[in-house]
């Protein structure tokens, strides 16, 4: 095979442990899926069946790490999220057998363009603009479900320089991993190298340039991002 222009560098993420890295394929985010947050984006969380979008694989980047505040935006907001790492092809799963499809587990960052966000909802237009941009998944290294188990419950946090913005647990999302992995695998072929990212708790905010975000989840570590100066 020759390409006529040098093919893109394989993005990937780091493995706990390891010096083989993930190779990550696609990046799939649902949207509201802890209550509260729902709540605070105006919304009910009880009456809504989850929705998802996406990331380029080439978003990710390995945190810790500085990532410079994005263009086009007055708005940057932080979301903590659990993330989930796909090993297995997977097509119309029951969730009950999900876990075959899960490798391991890592603590991210689902980056937003809070105000980009707002304004093509309130157009009805797709918010790829708000949530798909360079350098807007930050990723702490895999943990392989081999050495953690499946991961249904578990503290998750934030704070912006020592102060802190958002709390919750994983045991509290409206939708659990393994519906949302039935959920996805009806919609497409889930494929090795996929992560989801399964939502954020309440308390997202902006930050700005020179802040430092830190962040876990329990028994995944904790992850460090600070916002540089625009690019
Ligand atoms: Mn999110």
Redesign the pocket.
């Known amino acids: 095979m020759s390409y006529i222009i040098p093919p893109p560098k394989q993005p990937s993420i780091a493995v706990a442990g390891r010096s083989e890295r993930f190779a990550v394929r696609r990046i799939f985010?649902?949207?509201r899926n802890y209550a509260a947050h729902a709540r605070e984006m105006g919304k009910d969380p009880d009456r809504e069946p989850p929705f998802f979008f996406t990331k380029p694989a080439d978003a990710v980047v390995d945190a810790p790490c500085a990532i410079p505040y994005p263009p086009e935006t007055q708005n940057l907001h932080y979301?903590i999220?659990l993330v989930v790492a796909i090993g297995r092809s997977g097509f119309r799963v029951p969730a009950a057998d999900t876990g075959e499809l899960v490798f391991g587990y890592a603590v991210g960052l689902?980056m937003?363009r809070r105000d980009l966000q707002q304004s093509a909802k309130e157009m009805g237009r797709p918010w790829d603009w708000g949530k798909a941009f360079d350098h807007s998944a930050p990723c702490g290294p895999l943990h392989l479900k081999a050495d953690t188990g499946p991961i249904t419950a578990g503290r998750i946090w934030l704070d912006v320089d020592g102060a802190r913005r958002q709390t919750g647990d994983i045991g509290d999302l409206i939708w659990p991993i393994a519906e949302l992995l039935s959920l996805l695998s009806h919609s497409m072929h889930l494929r090795p190298g996929d992560l989801v990212?399964t939502?954020?708790p309440a308390g997202v905010g902006p930050v700005v340039p020179g802040e430092r975000i830190t962040g876990g989840v329990a028994g995944l570590g904790d992850i460090e991002v600070t916002i540089s100066v625009p690019e």
Do not use: K, L, N, S
Request: proline share 0%; net charge negative; hydrophobic share 20%.
């Open positions: 985010c649902v949207g979301e999220e689902d937003t990212m939502g954020t």
